[in-house]
C-alpha cells in the first residue's frame, strides 16, 4: 500500500482567495486522483493527473477553477481557484493501487470558505 | 458503471454481526464488486473486492449471489470502531476504470 500526505489537513480562507493542497506519496505511482466530498455527501471525482501530461477533468470541473500540477511521480497540488462558499468541502487525492478499482486515499484537506 | 442501491444508514450493537446488501442490477459480465469503509475525517479505504460467490478476508466477508444483481457485505461481531461510511462500487477490469461513490451505508454501532 501507498502512504499519502496533504498539505493543509484543513483551512479557512476568505472568498475570492485560492488555496494550494499538496498530496506527497510514499512510493512513484503514475496515475493521482482528486476528489471533492461535500458536508455529509458522498465523493465526486473532479480530474486524473498523469505525470507529464494534463489532467483530465470531470465533467462539472474545470482547469481555470481547479489548476492542477504533477511534476513527478511522487507529487500533485491542487489549487481551487477564485473560492466561493458552495466550495467547502473536503479535497482528497488518492493514488492507483495494485488492484482493480483499489485506490490508496490521503486524509483529506477540509476547506472552508467564509 | 453499474448504478449500485444502498440502504441510507444501519444501526447495529457491538457484538453483533452486519450485513449491508448492495443492489447491481444492470451489472456487466466483466464488472467487479468493490467495498470501501470511510471513517469519519478520513479517506476511504478499500476492504474487499469480489467477482462471484465468497470472498474472506480480515476485515469482512463479501458474498455474491449466481445472478451477481445484489452483494453483501458481512462484518462480524462488529465494535465501536467499525462505525462508518461503506460504499459499494461496481465497474469493469479492464484497463483504468474510475471510481464512482454512490452515496454510501452509514453504519452506527452502539455500546
Known amino acids: 500500500s501507498a502512504v499519502i500526505s496533504q498539505k493543509p489537513s484543513r483551512d479557512i480562507c476568505q472568498r475570492g482567495t485560492s488555496l494550494t493542497i499538496q498530496c506527497q506519496v510514499d512510493?512513484?505511482?503514475?496515475?493521482m486522483f482528486w476528489y471533492r466530498q461535500q458536508p455529509g455527501q458522498s465523493l465526486t471525482l473532479i480530474a486524473t493527473?498523469?505525470?507529464?501530461?494534463?489532467?483530465?477533468?470531470e465533467s462539472g470541473f474545470v482547469i481555470d477553477k481547479f489548476p492542477i500540477s504533477r511534476p513527478n511521480l511522487t507529487f500533485s497540488t491542487l489549487t481551487v481557484s477564485n473560492m466561493s462558499p458552495e466550495d467547502s468541502s473536503i479535497y482528497l487525492c488518492s493514488v492507483q493501487g495494485t488492484g482493480i478499482h483499489e485506490q490508496y486515499f490521503g486524509p483529506g484537506t477540509r476547506l472552508t470558505v467564509t | 458503471l453499474a448504478k449500485t442501491t444502498q440502504p441510507i444508514s444501519m444501526d447495529s450493537y457491538e457484538g453483533q454481526e452486519v450485513n449491508i446488501t448492495c443492489s447491481h442490477n444492470n451489472i456487466a459480465t466483466n464488472d467487479y464488486i468493490t467495498w470501501y469503509q470511510q471513517f469519519p475525517s478520513q479517506g476511504p479505504r478499500f476492504i474487499i473486492q469480489g467477482y462471484k460467490t465468497k470472498v474472506t478476508n480480515e476485515v469482512a466477508s463479501l458474498f455474491i449471489p449466481a445472478d451477481r444483481k445484489s452483494s453483501t457485505l458481512s462484518l462480524p461481531r462488529v465494535s465501536l470502531s467499525d462505525t462508518a461510511v461503506y460504499y459499494c462500487?461496481?465497474?469493469?477490469?479492464?484497463?483504468?476504470?474510475?471510481?464512482?461513490f454512490g452515496t454510501g451505508t452509514r453504519l452506527l454501532v452502539s455500546p
Open positions: 512510493s512513484q505511482v503514475t496515475m
Open positions: 493527473a498523469n505525470q507529464g501530461s494534463e489532467a483530465t477533468y
Open positions: 462500487l461496481v465497474g469493469a477490469n479492464t484497463g483504468f476504470q474510475k471510481l464512482v
